[in-house]
């Protein structure tokens, strides 16, 4: 195989939960994730000569050691001893830094398609164990689906009941918040709103989408919602065009909006577009993997043949 193109999709945390904090200072989650259909298209070719080329669509994006695909290409050279050389091409098309771990699917996507190019074949459960040494939702970002995640990102338990489909209105305020600053700010001992975290997965086992609405709830909107008051002006405006329910997802700023209706979703997203006057707001769907088209819910990982698509 010479080139290969791939989709590497944004996640959601349908609730977010801080537990406690390691000892290095980074905070313990609990969080159910949700892949959406919204991707970055990947695009990657083999090169004769030793090195890593970047491209993408976005001028100011670093095309360098700064980029995490670029970091991808680089560990899984290190790691298995890849003489050839490797082209990315990336078209973005998830906003940056908004919450929808746009740079970690790019990097788990690269770590995949390394995998195919050179023939590696190592499973999902070592592409995983790579990611992990690269940032923590990246093993996430291989795994995708309706996820629960615990440590800091990288416990991972299959949901058995996964997420019903249904439409995601994507709105993201034109400000950049800094997740350090995010999880810094976080008084997580004095949090008096938990998010739970049982009842959402019974939602979602019952197929309930206006249940899961109710349920939706992530800790660090304090934090983030304090900082830009818009946040919530969107939330409160996409209940009114019909939301089931909407939240912050990680550490913002982009608001997301579930809604069962498609044409509400598109029409939700055209007037928060317009009225908030943003760059990037979109109506999207939450995506299934194979696994959960199967009615699989199978947590061991080498069983699982992986599907990037
Ligand atoms: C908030 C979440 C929720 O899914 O997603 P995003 O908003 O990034 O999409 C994640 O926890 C984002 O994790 P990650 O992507 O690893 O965060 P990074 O930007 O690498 O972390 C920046 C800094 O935030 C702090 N940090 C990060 C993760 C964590 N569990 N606890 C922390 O305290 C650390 O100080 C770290 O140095
Ligand atoms: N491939 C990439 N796509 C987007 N951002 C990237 C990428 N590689 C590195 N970054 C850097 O990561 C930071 C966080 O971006 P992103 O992953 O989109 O946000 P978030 O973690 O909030 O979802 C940005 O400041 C950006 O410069």
């Given at each position: 195989m010479r080139e290969i193109r791939l989709k590497a999709r944004a996640k959601i945390n349908l609730t977010l939960d801080?537990?406690?904090k390691r000892e290095d200072g980074y905070h313990l989650l609990e969080t159910i994730m949700q892949t959406v259909a919204l991707y970055d298209g990947i695009y990657m070719k083999k090169l004769e000569k030793p090195v890593i080329k970047l491209k993408t669509n976005l001028p100011w994006l670093p095309t360098d050691a700064r980029n995490l695909a670029w970091k991808a290409a680089n560990l899984m050279r290190e790691t298995f001893g890849i003489k050839e050389g490797v082209f990315i091409e990336i078209d973005k098309r998830i906003p940056v830094a908004a919450g929808l771990a746009g740079g970690s699917t790019d990097?788990?996507?690269?770590?995949?398609?390394?995998?195919?190019?050179f023939g590696l074949g190592l499973s999902e459960a070592q592409l995983e164990e790579v990611a992990g040494r690269l940032g923590s939702d990246i093993p996430y970002c291989i795994r995708r689906g309706t996820v629960?995640?615990?440590?800091v990102g990288e416990v991972m338990t299959n949901v058995a009941h996964p997420c019903p489909d249904c439409y995601v209105v994507l709105a993201k305020l034109p400000v950049?918040?800094?997740?350090?600053?995010?999880?810094?700010?976080?008084?997580?001992?004095?949090i008096e709103q938990h998010p739970d975290t049982k009842a959402m997965l019974k939602a979602m086992e019952e197929k309930d989408v206006a249940k899961m609405g109710k349920l939706l709830s992530n800790v660090l909107e304090t934090v983030t919602i304090?900082?830009?008051?818009?946040?919530?002006?969107i939330k409160a405006r996409l209940m009114e065009l019909g939301a089931e329910g909407a939240l912050m997802s990680g550490s913002g700023p982009t608001v997301f909006a579930l809604f069962t209706d498609r044409a509400k979703a598109r029409k939700a997203a055209a007037l928060v577009k317009r009225e908030f006057a943003l760059k990037?707001?979109?109506?999207?769907?939450t995506y299934r993997v194979r696994r959960e088209?199967?009615?699989?819910?199978?947590?061991?990982?080498?069983k699982i043949q992986h599907q990037y698509k």
């Open positions: 801080v537990t406690g990097c788990a996507a690269v770590l995949v398609g390394m995998n195919r190019l629960l995640c615990e440590g950049s918040v800094s997740t350090a600053s995010v999880y810094k700010q976080l008084r997580w001992q004095e304090e900082l830009h008051p818009r946040i919530a002006k990037d707001c979109l109506a999207t769907r088209l199967r009615g699989e819910h199978n947590n061991d990982r080498n």
